[in-house]
Structures are given as structure tokens and as C-alpha cells.
């Protein structure tokens, strides 16, 4: 890039820096990770593929923010290449936060016996082999020297979501939720408690739990699975009493451990993102005060919101985009406002969403669920209280009865409810928190009947996110492993037989559509396409592989339903005409 462009760039930095400094909100203080001119500079000269790869660097040892402030101070309008350079010169690679350490992977884990298909116990054995790749140990320095890094220390083990040359090097608060549940069916009980330790942890220094663990994300946090993923922990305990001996702990004592840590971090949704409606009734809905670029996508969020001149409604986009990336759909047509959304505006989603005026059904039954377990378990009459009221506001504004299905609901726009499907819609039947004049077996049923309705459990590979191709990852045509989870178990945990029998179904479909992905490729992928089985594509990434919670969900998979699934037909054929082709191939090659 010539110097001029820089150059201009330079005056609207200048533009911004002004209205910036009363009034804008930052994702932290560090004025190299998360704001100021120089952070502006280097995304702007776009010296790397993505805006990401600059802020997850670490400063080199023995210089600091105020150093490096200072010497890029001193350069007048540097170029592209100058830039580059002083990068190179004043920062390490990705990746220095971590050292060498040795995974503590079981040989052998019982759940491999339990599946009747050989080549769907290979594939299991493989992705439980994986572990070891996404597994991390933090480096004493990160907490020893954290001005130098944008990484937030953890004391414990942790596992994040890609492998070595992937973008996501850090832990990933509602993907570890999935990484739970798959490292307890590959009986790595130590690393799961300590992948509890690191959230109970960051409650104690945050007061919750951030998105990812960089600065850049402690403005915002993640959907909030803490206390389910502690109380599936005890429950998976009671089931395997072995599990004890490896934490030195009770099962019961799991509970208590965590609990303090627990209560706390509902309290941060309660103090932080409770939106009340009329007649004391109240929900929670994302939202994250964040008024500039996120520092992880800077030029995604920085060309939308340069196309708005208001400034107080360009702030407003960009806590849109942030709550958005707090509710894990980032992005997603589902955060447009109803009856705005058409395929002309493909493309457009970032520009259209409102995040901030939704209360999502997914969030409102996962605080619910979290209300239910610390009722039962303190037995304290406020999380009585908050169960009744979010049971109630989720039945009376979220359940369409006519459709039996759960919708969003818009509390801040004229039309309160989308049409669409979204497979959001279907959380519900995962954690089953109905009130206690609803039948649990016909609700289900009822909801199933709904997905068939729509035709989204007719695709070959997969529970699609939406039906609406929006260009964005969180839409058609995508599905995404923890959407697809929480259906599936949904529907196998449930009274009706008709249920169980179609959890069966979608499952083997999408252990399949993973394994003929992980056979053709080798990796496992983040999303997948649910029309063609390839990996999903859109949004502001390449699809990433790995991948945690992509792992997670075929473990839980092969877990319960490891006895019935088979290899589909389309599989076994692509498999035995690779072989053929091979067999061809060696043939050819030894005459
Ligand atoms: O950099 C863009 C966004 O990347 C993350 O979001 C995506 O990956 C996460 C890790 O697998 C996942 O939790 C999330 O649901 C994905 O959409 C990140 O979480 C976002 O905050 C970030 O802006």
C-alpha cells in the first residue's frame, strides 16, 4: 500500500480518535490489543490475512506498550512495508503463550467397546485420539509478564478449539461445553475438572466468563453453560464412580466445589443482561456495550460501521455485532429483526442485525437451566423465584402453540416473533424445563412433529441452522455441532419412543456426514453443509478444522447411541470405490 493511503487513513483515525476518547466503549484498556492509533495503523495496512493473527502476537521481552507507543510515535506516516517491519521487530508469533506438555489421553476408553460397527469404532478411536493435538498448557510467563501478551493466564490445563495452525488459540467459553462432554466419554476426567478450574477461576478475576481467554474478549462472555457443564460433570461421575479416584474428590464434592463460583456467574447475567418487560416479567437478552471494532475481526466490523454517519447509531452497530458475537451466532440472519430478512439482502447481515433488542430462547433456557440446578441445590427460595419467572416468561412469550415450537422474542420491535426457522428454536428439548402442567413426552413429540413440518430434519447431512442462505456461517446451508447436540440428545432423552427413534436417525446421519468428511480430508471440521457433507463455508473465516466441539459431539454420539449406528450406504460405497480406485492405481503402477 503507497504511503497516501496510509496517509488518509491516518486523518479518520485522527476523526475517530476524538469521539473515542469521551465517549466510546473499549474491549480492554491495552492500547495494543484493543485500541488507539497504533492498533488502527497495523490492522489497516493489512499486513496479515486476518485481523486476528495481529492481536493474538506477544510483544517481544524487554520492550513494553509504552516503548513501542513511543518508537511508533516517532515514525512519520510509515508505509505498508515499515509497518511490517516494525511488527516483525517489536512482536513474536502466535502461539508463544504455550509449552510442551503431555496429554493425559486414556487407552482404551470403555465407550469404544460399546459400538457394534468396526469402521464407527475406528472413527471414534480417531477423533478421542485427537485430544492430544487441542490440549494446552499455559507458559508461567503469560502470568509473570502479562502486559506482553494478549492472552489471559489460566493455571490449568486447557483445550481449545483448532490444532496447532488454527485461529482459535485460546479457550472458548460455550465450546468448551462440547469439550466437556467428549473428554468425558474419553475418560479424561483430570483435564475436565481442570477445564472447570479455569472458568471457576476467571468467575473469581472477572466476575464471569469472557468469551475466549484474551483481553479482547472481557467485555463480553458467551452462552452460559457453566453450571450445566459442572452438573453433567457429577452426573457423568455418579455413572462412573472412577472418576473420583482420578480428582480425589466425591462426586458430591464436584458440586460443592464449583457452587460458590456457580452462583456467581448467574449473578453477572442477572446484574448485567436482564431486560424487564411488562408486569415484572423479565428475560435476558445479549448484550455486550462495546462501541468500536472488535480487535479480532477489526476491518470486518470497521467497513460496516464506517457506512454509518450518526455516530450514536454507529456505537449501537457495534454493540450489535458484539452481542452478536456473545450469542455464539456470529452471525446469523436470526438476529435481523422479523419480516426484514429476504434473499436480496444476502450479504447484508452484519449491516441489518439488532441483536441487542432480542431475547434469544437458547439463553433464556440455559439461565433457566442454571436457575433449576442451584434451586435444587442450595435450596435458596431467590432461585426458586427466578426459575418460576423465567419458566413463565419463556412458556408466555417464546412458546408459539400453534406451531409447537419456541421463537425468539423481540421485545423491542413491533413484530415480537420471526416466522423462520431457526434451530435455536429448539433448545427447549434439551434441557426439558417445562412447567409442571406440561406434559414433557407430548411437548416433545409435538416439536419433532414441528421440525418434520418444516422439512429441517429431511436433509442428508444435518440439522441446518436456518433456512435462509445468508452468506453468514450461522445460516443455511450449515449446520453447527452444538445446535445439532442439543436437538439430538433433546429428542433421545425423551419419554416418546417417536422421538428416540428419529434421535437415531439424525445422529447416524451426522456421525456419518463427520466421518465421510474426516476419511476424504483427515481433519474434522467446525460446521458442516448440510446438503452437500462437505465442510460449511461463509462469515469472516475459512472453516477451521480440529475442532473441538466438532469432536465432542460425535464422542457424546458414539456414547449413546453407539450400539445402533452404522456406516451409511453412501459412505461404505465412496469407501469401497476409493478402494477400488486405489487397488486400480497399484495396479497401474506395478505393470
Ligand atoms: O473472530 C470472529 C469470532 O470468532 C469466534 O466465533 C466463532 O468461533 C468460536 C470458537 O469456535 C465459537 O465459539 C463461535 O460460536 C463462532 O462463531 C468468537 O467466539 C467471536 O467472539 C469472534 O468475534
Redesign the pocket.
Known amino acids: 500500500m503507497a504511503k497516501e493511503r496510509l496517509l488518509a487513513q491516518n486523518k479518520k483515525i485522527h476523526f475517530m480518535g476524538e469521539i473515542r476518547e469521551t465517549q466510546d466503549v473499549y474491549p480492554c484498556d491495552s492500547k495494543i490489543f484493543c485500541q488507539g492509533e497504533f492498533l488502527d495503523a497495523v490492522q489497516n495496512a493489512r499486513i496479515f490475512e486476518e485481523s486476528?493473527e495481529f492481536v493474538d502476537m506477544k510483544i517481544k521481552n524487554g520492550l513494553d506498550e509504552e516503548i513501542i507507543l513511543a518508537e511508533f510515535g516517532k515514525m512519520q506516516n510509515p508505509s505498508v512495508e515499515e509497518i511490517r517491519s516494525f511488527v516483525a521487530s517489536h512482536f513474536d508469533q502466535t502461539g508463544s503463550e504455550f509449552e510442551n506438555f503431555e496429554f493425559p489421553l486414556k487407552q482404551n476408553p470403555k465407550f469404544l467397546e460399546k459400538i457394534s460397527s468396526p469402521e464407527m469404532r475406528e472413527f471414534g478411536e480417531n477423533v478421542h485420539k485427537i485430544w492430544p493435538q487441542l490440549g494446552r498448557k499455559v507458559k508461567r510467563d503469560v502470568a509473570e509478564n502479562n502486559e506482553l501478551y494478549s492472552f489471559i493466564p489460566l493455571n490449568y490445563t486447557t483445550v481449545v478449539?483448532t490444532g496447532h495452525d488454527g485461529?482459535?488459540r485460546e479457550m472458548?467459553?460455550?465450546?468448551s461445553y462440547w469439550h466437556i462432554r467428549g473428554l468425558l466419554v474419553s475418560e479424561a476426567y483430570q483435564v475436565v475438572f481442570e477445564l472447570l478450574n479455569n472458568f471457576k477461576s476467571l468467575v473469581e478475576r472477572f466476575g464471569f466468563i469472557p468469551?475466549?481467554t484474551r483481553k479482547y474478549?472481557t467485555t463480553?462472555s458467551?452462552p452460559p453453560f457453566y453450571s450445566t457443564a459442572v452438573h453433567d460433570f457429577y452426573e457423568h461421575c455418579k455413572a462412573n464412580p472412577e472418576a473420583t479416584n482420578v480428582i480425589n474428590m466425591t462426586c458430591e464434592k464436584i458440586l460443592e466445589y464449583f457452587l460458590p463460583s456457580m452462583e456467581a456467574e448467574l449473578k453477572w447475567w442477572l446484574q448485567n443482561r436482564k431486560i424487564e418487560l411488562e408486569n415484572g416479567d423479565f428475560g435476558f437478552a445479549y448484550g455486550c456495550p462495546i462501541t468500536v471494532p472488535?480487535p479480532?475481526?477489526y476491518l470486518d466490523d470497521q467497513k460496516v460501521l464506517d457506512e454509518i454517519q450518526d455516530s450514536e447509531e454507529r456505537r449501537q452497530k457495534a454493540r450489535d455485532i458484539t452481542s452478536a458475537?456473545?450469542s455464539?451466532?456470529?452471525f446469523s440472519s436470526r438476529w435481523v429483526p422479523p419480516g426484514v430478512y429476504n434473499d436480496e439482502l444476502k450479504g447484508k447481515v452484519t449491516s441489518l442485525l439488532e441483536t441487542s433488542k432480542v431475547l434469544p430462547v437458547d439463553l433464556n433456557s440455559i439461565i433457566l437451566n442454571s436457575a433449576v440446578i442451584l434451586e435444587n441445590l442450595t435450596k435458596k427460595d431467590e432461585y426458586k423465584a427466578l426459575k418460576e419467572s423465567l419458566m413463565k416468561t419463556i412458556e408466555s412469550y417464546m412458546f408459539d402453540a400453534e406451531n409447537s415450537t419456541f421463537k425468539d422474542y423481540w421485545f423491542d420491535c413491533e413484530i415480537k416473533h420471526s416466522d423462520k426457522f431457526f434451530s435455536s428454536d429448539f433448545v427447549p428439548l434439551y434441557f426439558k424445563n417445562y412447567p409442571a402442567s406440561i406434559d414433557a413426552d407430548s411437548r416433545d413429540k409435538a416439536m419433532m412433529e414441528s421440525m418434520k413440518k418444516q422439512g429441517v430434519l429431511d436433509f442428508q447431512f444435518g440439522i441446518p441452522q436456518s433456512l435462509d442462505e445468508s452468506d453468514e456461517?450461522?445460516d443455511f446451508p450449515n449446520a453447527w455441532p452444538p445446535s445439532v447436540h442439543m436437538i439430538i440428545m433433546g429428542l433421545a432423552k425423551s419419554g416418546s419412543e417417536e422421538c428416540r427413534q428419529e434421535a437415531k436417525i439424525q445422529a447416524e446421519k451426522w456421525v456419518n456426514a463427520n466421518r465421510d468428511a474426516f476419511v476424504k480430508f483427515g481433519q474434522m471440521f467446525?460446521k458442516m453443509n448440510v446438503e452437500k457433507g462437505s465442510p460449511g463455508e461463509g462469515g469472516?473465516?475459512i472453516v477451521?478444522t480440529g475442532f473441538?466441539?466438532s469432536n465432542g459431539v460425535v464422542l457424546d454420539f458414539l456414547y449413546e447411541f453407539g450400539e445402533d449406528l452404522q456406516v451409511s450406504a453412501s459412505s461404505t460405497k465412496s469407501n469401497i470405490s476409493k478402494m477400488l480406485t486405489t487397488s486400480l492405481l497399484m495396479l497401474f503402477f506395478f505393470l
Request: proline content about 3%.
Open positions: 486476528k478449539p485461529r482459535f472458548y467459553y460455550w465450546d468469551n475466549g474478549y463480553r458467551q472488535r479480532e475481526a458475537a456473545e455464539g451466532w456470529d456461517q450461522w467446525e469472516e473465516y477451521q473441538g466441539w
